[in-house]
């Protein structure tokens, strides 16, 4: 409890130091903020007024620890719920604290693999490589001779990341006391952040989602994803293979090899849509500092991610809508890209789809005064999640995070290579994806795959038609019809031959529907 009330103390002393009082509310609760602020010694050492409201928040986010930090983050990738450039301020925000010590570091070992250290490493080095909010990452050599990384959860981390939380829930359900405020709708985001959280907090969540891409990529030339040591692996640590490449943000390096960095760049953007339309499943943390490339063979440099703590994962709707906006952005439809959001249900259906077209154009159409080369999906994005806002849609979660993803391997490619044309690379895997999800074999993949929903649900058909068929001929105000009792008649044989034909082939699932949709149509449309 004191605790608790000293980080409260805290949090206030930084609110008024930073000047964030002077843009809440008047009214209602924050009134009485404004008389504490006369009675705190922190309103009399306030930051000068020459700074934005965004670099303050940023600097407040700092000064009030990692956790505060990795909350700015996550809402540095909500465009729209916050302004924009607050939203560019926050994605600044960098997540690095002091290591904790390897003898601190040796004891989690031990602990969570019930062993000494000397059992599991022929070699650790006590001094960390890295360090983060979460943890930090350790050398070391196995008895067989592999080179690994050991990443260590910091032991401390659990009990202060349930205070702070426990805080921005308190401070979240504050700010909705005032009307105003509510649809910046702060307390959704901090439930997000604390699942997100949770995630980080059992690195087994890393290491399943490290092995989960390396599979994805295991055939493939372009992108290598180090290995995972599975028997060493626990929630709070985990072993995975050391790489020795050249970071990406090395372009000294880069450019004494004689790297292809045309290659190079085409290949980031080939690896983001493969993840995001192929597999569904991307790595949402894709900065300088997680990026490795091989540059052994320069005209083919291979990429290695790492640090796979953050995922993204989208659903067959969100890919859809996805690849449809961008075609039809690039095709400058917009009447298109508002009627997608209308038939995802996230804008209210009384909304006046020309409005919507409307707003949609015009922060769409001074993108394409561009050269194609210098058009970007990630501000394409950022725009019409900026736009939508203001007809009070609700953008999922997962898409921003791809958004925020995308401007990240964006801004590396054209560091690359300043002439990447990210449409001319990207528009083959669109197309594809889309052709391949109405092609006649991917859906016939869908019925074999929801066979069993169907087998269950069958054999009651035969039985519920009949039951409808006698309820229509024995009502006494109904004159039953030829086409009523040929529908019935027609839904009975495609069910028995449902549950009695063993379907192998394409046409026999064809005639099988023809026969059933013959059927619902005399029986309901006739």
């Known amino acids: 409890m004191i605790a608790t009330l000293k980080r409260c103390y805290e949090i206030i002393a930084v609110i008024l130091y930073y000047r964030l009082d002077e843009s809440l509310p008047k009214q209602g609760i924050w009134r009485y903020l404004s008389l504490m602020k006369y009675i705190h010694p922190a309103h009399y050492r306030r930051l000068p007024e020459d700074l934005s409201l965004a670099v303050r928040l940023r600097l407040s986010l700092e000064k009030l620890g ?266 400058r439809d917009y009447r298109r890209v508002a009627q997608l959001h209308l038939d995802s249900g996230w804008v209210a259906p009384d909304t006046r789809i020309t409005d919507l077209e409307a707003a949609i154009r015009k922060v769409s159409e001074p993108i394409f005064g561009k050269r194609i080369k210098e058009i970007s999906f990630g501000a394409f994005l950022f725009n019409l999640f900026q736009t939508v806002r203001h007809f009070d849609v609700k953008i999922q979660p997962q898409l921003v995070l791809l958004q925020k993803t995308l401007f990240n391997i964006e801004g590396l490619g054209r560091r690359l290579y300043p002439d990447l044309d990210l449409w001319t690379t990207a528009k083959p895997i669109l197309e594809k994806w889309l052709a391949q999800k109405i092609s006649p074999r991917t859906q016939w993949k869908n019925m074999h795959r929801n066979a069993l929903d169907y087998t269950n649900t069958l054999p009651k058909l035969p039985f519920l038609t009949y039951r409808y068929l006698e309820q229509k001929i024995n009502q006494p105000e109904v004159k039953s019809s030829s086409n009523t009792i040929a529908g019935a008649l027609l839904l009975i044989v495609a069910t028995t031959l449902a549950l009695t034909v063993t379907i192998t082939a394409l046409w026999q699932f064809l005639l099988l529907f023809l026969v059933g949709g013959l059927g619902i149509y005399f029986l309901f449309c006739a």
């Open 66 to 331: 990692p956790i505060f930090v990795k909350l700015g983050q996550t809402l540095s990738t909500r465009p729209d719920l916050i302004a924009a450039d607050i939203s560019v301020e926050l994605s600044k925000l960098q997540d690095q604290v002091p290591p904790f010590s390897g003898e601190i570091a040796q004891k989690v070992i031990e602990t969570s693999l019930k062993m000494p250290l000397e059992a599991v490493f022929a070699q650790f080095d006590p001094k960390a490589l890295a360090s983060a909010s979460v943890a930090q990452v350790h050398a070391a050599v196995l008895h067989d001779g592999s080179q690994v990384v050991v990443k260590v959860l910091r032991p401390d981390i659990e009990d202060k990341v349930k205070q702070d939380i426990a805080l921005m829930y308190f401070l979240a359900h504050l700010v909705n006391m005032s009307r105003q405020s509510r649809r910046l709708r702060l307390v959704e985001i901090v439930r997000e952040f604390e699942l997100s959280m949770r995630s980080e907090l059992d690195l087994l969540n890393e290491a399943a989602s490290a092995s989960h891409v390396k599979a994805n990529f295991a055939d493939s030339t372009i992108l290598h994803v180090p290995q995972v040591y599975w028997q060493f692996c626990r929630p709070q640590m985990m072993v995975q293979e050391r790489i020795f490449y050249v970071n990406i943000s090395d372009e000294a390096a880069m450019n004494a090899a004689g790297v292809n960095k045309k290659v190079l760049a085409e290949r980031g953007v080939e690896i983001f849509f493969t993840q995001v339309f192929r597999d569904s499943f991307f790595h949402a943390d894709m900065h300088p500092g997680n990026i490795f490339v091989d540059i052994s063979d320069p005209e083919n440099p291979k990429y290695c991610a790492i640090d796979f703590g953050i995922m993204g994962s989208l659903t067959p709707e969100d890919q859809h809508y996805l690849a449809e906006n961008f075609l039809a952005f690039f095709n």
